[in-house]
């Protein structure tokens, strides 16, 4: 049911705000996160917009450690591929 209050309608022209700027920020973070990490200030930026995304309360503080976690142990990829941590045999 639709709400029909000031109120009603005015939370919920912030929560369409909230939401579109939420999704924008999470699909940079999946953007940084996902690709190969081909640099250390890859890396540097990936971490820091994670952090920033836990201190503005878009994703939860644990489950930004947990990602930073995750991308530390991912290994360096000299080209555009990613990595899979496995050496590969000639």
Do not use: C
Not at 30 to 36: M, N, S
Not at 44 to 67: C, P, V
């Amino acid at each position: 049911m639709a709400k029909r209050s000031r109120s009603g309608l005015k939370h919920k022209r912030q929560s369409e705000k909230r939401r579109v700027g939420n999704q924008a920020v999470l699909s940079r973070l999946k953007t940084l996160t996902k690709g190969p990490l081909t640099s250390p200030d890859r890396l540097a930026q990936a971490l820091s917009e994670l952090d920033r995304a836990a201190r503005k309360g878009i994703i939860h503080q644990n489950t930004a450690a947990r990602k930073k976690s995750r991308l530390m142990r991912k290994p360096m990829t000299d080209t555009g591929k990613r990595g899979n941590g496995k050496t590969q045999t000639p």
